[in-house]
């Protein structure tokens, strides 16, 4: 997501009958022999009044601090796109967080809104997954209130490159070779100079077995994964699209994952919708300084979406994930 920036402003809260507020609380995950710190927010039930807190550059209504309400609570891990950040989809980590869910979220090191220096290399493709795991560790085990949680119940949740990652922890194997066609896009330049140098990473990022089911938004380089790639692929998708695509991703690459998958996805094609349509909605000043990211095609209105996506994303992981 090259286009993401720290800008957009918008207080979004959702309530259920039992749920005040999400609760909302920073996390930071130590440097370890597989990466380097991480830095992010978990989201969870909550039982306390929200209050206006800024979060970088954005206002959010939270209960700060709040403890997690319930016990064997399922656990949804999210992954921004390229030149994102953990809140990017905030509105979507409360919607789930009022029904019932934790959510977390980090920023990718080397591929997020304040440090792009590798979002253009070929190892952020491993790496990207290994965050992943290593913050589905964090909660599962080092997490303050980790006893709450049912490791037999986890989720991930994927936005633009956030959905390739998504992917191959599902099991999806990228063939690096395939994004070579996609060169002449131009979106990858780095990625393709080191694929002609034959600069490849060591080793392919491994599936994690602990993920029972998965949501995707606007895959990117969904049309570097082959029929054999996904073969491994077991866990249920819900897959979205933007009828018009944007930032390099194109329609194709979430067709072809449609066609690829072993078990048909729940896919849903969103009309009239842009590839940035699955960020949070912008405020007004936002839109004026970045419209490239959110002003939306006419006839699209991407709050009422939002208020559909969020509500069917609740539900897939309720289906797969609270109800198994």
Not at 8 to 27: N, T
Not at 157 to 174: E, H, K, P
Not at 238 to 249: I, T, Y
Not at 280 to 301: H, M, Q, R, T, Y
Request: one cysteine or more; proline letters at 6%; glycine letters at 8%.
């Amino acid at each position: 997501m090259r286009l993401f920036a720290m800008l957009i402003v918008v207080v979004v809260c959702f309530v259920s009958p039992k749920i005040e507020a999400a609760g909302f609380r920073f996390i930071d995950i130590p440097a370890d022999a597989n990466g380097p710190a991480l830095t992010g927010a978990v989201w969870s039930p909550c039982d306390q009044q929200p209050q206006q807190m800024r979060v970088r550059m954005v206002t959010i209504a939270a209960a700060r601090n709040c403890p997690a309400v319930g016990d064997r609570l399922p656990l949804i891990v999210m992954s921004h796109g390229s030149g994102g950040w953990f809140g990017a989809h905030r509105d979507t980590a409360a919607a789930l967080a009022d029904a019932g869910f934790v959510v977390a979220a980090i920023d990718h090191p080397g591929d997020n809104a304040t440090d792009r220096s590798r979002s253009d290399t070929l190892s952020i493709l491993t790496d990207r997954p290994t965050d992943i795991r290593r913050l589905t560790d964090f909660m599962l085990d080092r997490w303050p209130e980790a006893a709450k949680l049912d490791r037999g119940r986890v989720g991930v949740f994927g936005f633009s490159r956030g959905a390739y990652t998504g992917l191959v922890i599902a099991g999806g194997r990228l063939d690096i070779l395939g994004i070579a066609p996609l060169c002449s896009e131009g979106f990858v330049d780095g990625m393709c100079a080191e694929i002609g140098k034959g600069k490849f990473p060591p080793q392919r990022p491994a599936a994690d077995r602990r993920f029972a089911a998965a949501v995707l938004a606007d895959l990117e380089f969904g049309r570097a994964f082959t029929l054999e790639g996904l073969a491994d692929v077991k866990v249920p998708i819900q897959l979205w699209a933007s009828e018009r695509g944007g930032d390099g991703v194109l329609p194709e690459d979430n067709e072809a994952i449609d066609e690829n998958l072993p078990a048909k996805p729940d896919y849903r094609v969103v009309p009239h919708s842009g590839h940035f349509a699955f960020i949070v909605p912008c405020s007004a000043e936002a839109a004026k300084a970045l419209p490239e990211i959110c002003v939306d095609a006419e006839g699209f209105d991407r709050v009422a979406f939002h208020k559909e996506f969020n509500a069917a994303v609740v539900a897939f992981f309720r289906k797969h994930l609270v109800k198994r």
